[in-house]
């Protein structure tokens, strides 16, 4: 594992052991740790060791520290309205943020895209070898990018997302079209409600995107049917590169 940085974002990025064939990057959510999501590199290494030779895993760290909150080494990509998110979680309101577009997402966005092309001008690979995904707002982040790239990349991976900026999101993207895309929610999920994920899920599929969507039965997390549905997705994209 090496320590990075990257269009001005603290990275955790375990290296292929040989030559480079394909870029995964997966974004943590708000609240979490820069590292939150680095043990995902070894097991997704362990259960598909083509990984291992082949792929460069990058784990960017969100911008925000969220230490003065109290919350210790815990990273944000945006802010969010903490008041709101106590209110729905103790009453069990369905916190619904399709109409949402959040303040700083944009500059998230633009930070991510800047990071992903300083990797594709880098490696030289072809925006098909690259992967995108994140955890909640880690994936919210990844659909936002995803419609901003240069082109329609490998793969994504949505864990735990929901719809927020519904009019822009509506808007035909090209590089949704045929895209591959893993989305898992927990149908007890009180953070992000499971309804507004299957809406998202149609919002995609009706722009083109190939998606495998995985529900569970537990809550805001990414339990081992959302990361089997990964590791099936990074396979069939190294069966396309190869």
Same mark, same amino acid.
């Given at each position: 594992?090496?320590?990075?940085?990257?269009?001005?974002?603290?990275?955790?990025?375990?290296?292929?052991?040989?030559?480079?064939?394909?870029?995964?990057?997966?974004?943590?959510?708000?609240?979490?740790?820069?590292?939150?999501?680095?043990?995902?590199?070894?097991?997704?290494? #362990?259960?598909?060791?083509?990984?291992?030779?082949?792929?460069?895993?990058?784990?960017?760290?969100?911008?925000?520290?969220?230490?003065?909150?109290?919350?210790?080494?815990?990273?944000?990509?945006?802010?969010?309205?903490?008041?709101?998110?106590?209110?729905?979680?103790?009453?069990?309101?369905? #916190?619904? +943020?399709?109409?949402?577009?959040?303040?700083?997402?944009? $500059?998230?966005?633009?930070?991510?895209?800047?990071?992903?092309?300083?990797?594709?001008?880098?490696?030289?690979?072809?925006?098909? #070898?690259?992967?995108?995904?994140?955890?909640?707002?880690?994936?919210?982040?990844?659909?936002?990018?995803?419609?901003?790239?240069?082109?329609?990349?490998?793969?994504?991976?949505?864990?735990?997302?929901?719809?927020?900026?519904?009019?822009?999101?509506?808007?035909?993207?090209?590089?949704?079209?045929?895209?591959?895309?893993?989305?898992?929610?927990?149908?007890?999920?009180?953070? +992000?409600?499971?309804?507004?994920?299957?809406? +998202?899920?149609?919002?995609?599929?009706?722009?083109?995107?190939?998606?495998?969507?995985?529900?569970?039965?537990?809550?805001?997390?990414?339990?081992?049917?959302?990361?089997?549905?990964?590791?099936?997705?990074?396979?069939?994209?190294?069966?396309?590169? $190869?």
């Amino acid at each position: 594992m090496q320590t990075t940085q990257r269009a001005g974002l603290d990275c955790l990025e375990f290296p292929p052991r040989e030559a480079i064939e394909l870029v995964i990057v997966l974004c943590h959510g708000f609240g979490a740790p820069g590292d939150d999501l680095a043990a995902f590199g070894p097991e997704l290494q #362990r259960a598909l060791p083509a990984l291992a030779r082949s792929a460069r895993i990058v784990f960017p760290q969100g911008p925000l520290a969220l230490d003065s909150l109290g919350w210790g080494d815990a990273r944000a990509w945006w802010m969010i309205d903490m008041a709101k998110l106590q209110l729905a979680i103790h009453t069990g309101q369905l #916190r619904d +943020l399709r109409k949402e577009q959040p303040t700083g997402m944009a $500059e998230a966005r633009n930070q991510l895209i800047e990071l992903l092309v300083e990797l594709q001008q880098e490696t030289q690979l072809p925006w098909s #070898r690259f992967v995108l995904g994140g955890f909640s707002q880690g994936a919210m982040l990844t659909v936002e990018v995803l419609r901003h790239l240069p082109e329609r990349i490998g793969g994504a991976i949505v864990f735990s997302g929901t719809l927020i900026n519904e009019p822009a999101w509506r808007e035909p993207s090209a590089n949704l079209s045929g895209l591959p895309i893993v989305q898992s929610h927990g149908r007890s999920d009180v953070i +992000l409600p499971y309804s507004l994920a299957t809406e +998202l899920c149609q919002l995609l599929r009706d722009q083109g995107a190939e998606v495998n969507f995985i529900e569970f039965g537990g809550g805001h997390g990414v339990p081992q049917p959302a990361i089997q549905g990964a590791i099936l997705l990074l396979a069939d994209v190294l069966d396309t590169v $190869e």
